[in-house]
């Protein structure tokens, strides 16, 4: 059971170029997150999906879009990489009862340079 | 949204030392939850805690819902503790919040 996996691990971009990240969950969750770690700010949330096909926006979601085809995949675009998205990226998901009940990947450290 | 805010934002402890981690969050809530993320950033959900208490081994949590904070206990620390610990926050119908987090290092 690998529970929620994200790849790449690490990832380096030139300003401009796009690029997806792709996390997977194993679980069965209905609920899939994404979030960006920057330091001193906690976890932001980008965007999630509470079932295939669904998607919405969090907190930050300018720059940055989703997909949600497969229920156990939820991929994350960037289309035209900033250094603002410069961050750590962590996928997480959880099940529809207890929807609240986090279980994160092991994130993507995303450079732009 | 609700603000979540955790005290101390850096704590050092020596080894076998307790420690007690503080999380305010500013309107009432039906989840809570406590994260540590290790050295090598993994996060591991320690608690979901919306109210009362919850012991795993060396931690503990209690939230106090009515008075809108919540404690992460360590007992004996370890080195292995060491990292971030998050707390995380929502009511409602909104998503969770987290806060910035307390940074533990525990020295041998």
Known sequence: NAGVTQTPKFRVLKTGQSMTLLCAQDMNHEYMYWYRQDPGMGLRLIHYSVGEGTTAKGEVPDGYNVSRLKKQNFLLGLESAAPSQTSVYFCASSYERDREKLFFGSGTQLSVL | ?108
């Not at chain 2, 503080?22 to 109210?51: A, E």
């Not at chain 2, 206990?73 to 307390?102: L, P």
């Open chain 2, 1 to 108: 949204g609700i603000q979540v805010e955790q005290s101390p934002p850096d704590l050092i402890l020596q080894e076998g030392a307790n420690s007690t981690l503080r999380c305010n969050f500013s309107d009432s809530v039906n989840n809570l939850q406590w994260f540590h993320q290790n050295p090598w950033g993994q996060l591991i959900n320690l608690f979901y805690i919306p109210s009362g208490t919850k012991q795993n081994g060396r931690l503990s949590a209690t939230t106090v819902a009515t008075e809108r904070y919540s404690l992460l206990y360590i007992s004996s620390s370890q080195t292995t503790d060491s990292g971030v610990y998050f707390c995380a926050a929502s009511g409602g119908y909104q998503k969770v919040t987290f806060g910035t987090g307390t940074k533990l290092q525990v020295i041998p």
